[in-house]
């Protein structure tokens, strides 16, 4: 409330009902979308519970309710979720290829819709989606496999 003069470190107290979402972590991306001046949507991916991923606050963030999701296509949690700067969610689509498993489609959820939809035509392999980024008219990431970075513009990723 000063702009950012001062922190207050949070403690959240664990299981479900939580007022503090147990969803952020350092880890992962996380993004704040703001919806007016009270109104906040909290996207986070420090969970594999999809149910938790996607939060919602219409009090600047004094208490919060899960924003439910529709199943991915291939029934996994989102990884990489975040929103576009079209209001679109946009979120890893993974295959189990040995212990560590990479996307390699891209799903989005648009505005109003109830289901997902793989983006056709777009195939990614060894996509790291802890590094998947919308920046300006492009989106990022980090091919898992040394980090080199990889990108595609934002008007190719379509469905």
């Not at 392999?125 to 898992?144: E, F, I, K």
């Not at 990889?150 to 990723?157: A, C, F, G, M, V």
């Amino acid at each position: 409330m000063n702009d950012g003069k001062t922190w207050t470190v949070l403690q959240a107290p664990s299981g479900p009902g939580s007022p503090i979402p147990m969803l952020i972590n350092g880890c992962g991306l996380n993004q704040l979308v703001a919806l007016s001046a009270s109104a906040v949507l909290l996207i986070g991916n420090g969970t594999t519970e999809p149910a938790e991923t996607v939060r919602f606050s219409h009090n600047n963030g004094k208490s919060w309710v899960n924003v439910p999701l529709p199943s991915l296509p291939d029934d996994s949690a989102p990884a990489g979720l975040q929103m576009l700067p079209n209001g679109t969610l946009i979120s890893a689509v993974f295959t189990q290829t040995s212990a560590t498993t990479y996307g390699d489609a891209l799903a989005l959820l648009k505005p109003g819709a109830t289901a997902w939809c793989t983006v056709p035509n777009l195939t990614i392999t060894n996509m790291d989606p802890s590094t998947l980024q919308a920046v300006g008219s492009s989106l990022w990431w980090n091919d898992g496999q040394g980090g080199t970075p990889q990108s595609k513009p934002l008007s190719q990723i379509q469905c």
